[in-house]
Nanobody, 121 residues
Framework: QVQLVESGGGLVQPGGSLRLSCAATGRTFTITSMGWFRQAPGKERELVATITSGGSTNYGDAVKGRFTISRDAIRNMMYLQMNSLKPEDTAVYYC???????????????WGQGTLVTVSP
């Protein structure tokens, strides 16, 4: 019941910056955490960053110190500020949201469509 729409991907030179956005609609009041994942061709999907409803953040080792995840709870928006981009950051980036469905703690994860980030000279 959560729909996620991403924007902001594109082509950027090494050392440059991009800001990805993810808009959540639908049953947003049940969301307990949101995150960004990425997947490069031939590789497994990789954690980039997550943020909980309480504001706690976690980052994958490859992006620590360079990427920042944030959210606007009022607007149901999530952002990923990507700085000092490297060619190895090239991937399809996916927005996700985790819902707590009931008092027993059942969860559901929804994913956006993905947006391509290409870091190249």
């Amino acid at each position: 019941q959560v729909q996620l729409v991403e924007s902001g991907g594109g082509l950027v030179q090494p050392g440059g910056s991009l800001r990805l956005s993810c808009a959540a609609t639908g049953r947003t009041f049940t969301i307990t955490s949101m995150g960004w994942f990425r997947q490069a061709p031939g590789k497994e999907r990789e954690l980039v960053a997550t943020i909980t409803s309480g504001g706690s953040t976690n980052y994958g080792d490859a992006v620590k110190g360079r990427f920042t995840i944030s959210r606007d709870a009022i607007r149901n928006m999530m952002y990923l500020q990507m700085n000092s981009l490297k060619p190895e950051d090239t991937a399809v980036y996916y927005c996700n949201a985790v819902q707590t469905l009931n008092v027993e703690g059942a969860r559901k994860t929804d994913w956006g469509q993905g947006t391509l980030v290409t870091v190249s000279p």
